[in-house]
């Protein structure tokens, strides 16, 4: 039975560079809106994608200023203007996950009861602005039991199901779920998490073992992550990342 791992001319393609392209996926056919990765294997996969499929991406520094492929400053972007674009959901985010749910409720707030947590996280921050404004995808670099739950320790990020009881889904979208074992959707039964592709080299039991609830897709055949091309590779390792950073992150 074949593994699925894949060789370029370059050598093989790591695991860390099918989660840089998985991530660049999430931005395909956006068009012009505001990309906002964060985190240093989603700000690769926004790189790519505009190097690549998604030309018309924004990416910004950060701050107040919208930069080219070579970080330099191209133009621009005041605050108001920078709300106007998340109000109207003109910008995808790449949000971390310190837990998620099948439904896409995330959590990065705190960890245990909310009367005595017994580990305090980032705090709620911009993740319910972000989710019911605009659409929000997830990275997560070590996929596990702590992190995909049965039910998150507090929302902070919205899911399908509290939008849809609150009745604010206009903007509210989560087109996919990265992890370094593979690439999830919510197309499942009710918004629930589905699998979409695994990584070369991790089995379907491998995903299912480590995620707490049950995940649609993952009973029959599922394919891999698309190999990346010869191009694409060349960008990741010669341009976007030439000190090879992403491996640190992401170990096969």
């Known amino acids: 039975m074949s593994s699925g791992r894949s ?3 370059a050598g093989p393609v790591s695991r860390a560079e099918y989660c840089v392209v998985a991530c660049a996926e999430a931005w395909r056919d956006n068009g ?3 990309a ?31 930069v080219g492929l070579d970080g330099s400053a191209e133009g621009w972007l005041p605050y108001r203007r920078h709300l106007t674009m998340v109000t109207g959901g003109r910008r995808h985010v790449m949000m971390g996950a310190s ?8 959590n990065i707030s705190c960890v245990g009861d909310w009367e005595r947590p017994s ?7 911009g993740a319910p602005v972000n989710t ?3 659409p929000v995808s997830y990275w997560v670099p070590r996929h596990s039991l702590r992190v995909f739950v049965e039910r998150v320790d507090m929302v902070s990020g919205v899911g399908y199901d509290r939008a849809e009881a609150a009745g604010v889904t206009r903007f509210h979208r989560l087109p996919r779920v990265v992890s370094d074992l593979g690439v999830f959707d919510f197309t499942g039964p009710g918004h629930s998490m589905r699998l979409v592709s695994r990584h070369p080299g991790v089995a379907v039991e491998q995903v299912r073992a480590a995620t707490g609830f049950q995940l649609a897709g993952a009973d029959g055949e599922v394919p891999y992550t698309r190999e990346p091309t010869a191009g694409e590779l060349a960008l990741i390792r010669e341009v976007i ?3 090879g950073l992403r491996e640190r992150e992401v170990r096969g």
Request: net charge negative; glycine share 8%.
């Open 7 to 9: 060789e370029s001319a």
């Open 32 to 34: 012009e809106v505001l």
């Open 132 to 134: 019911l404004n605009n």
């Open 36 to 66: 906002s990765p964060m985190g240093l294997i989603p700000s690769f996969g926004a790189r790519l994608a505009k190097r690549t499929f998604s030309p018309d991406l924004l990416l910004t520094d950060g701050e107040a200023m919208l």
């Open 99 to 106: 837990q998620i749910d099948r439904f896409g409720n995330q």
């Open 119 to 125: 580990r305090q996280l980032l705090g709620v921050r």
């Open 241 to 243: 990342d030439p000190e």
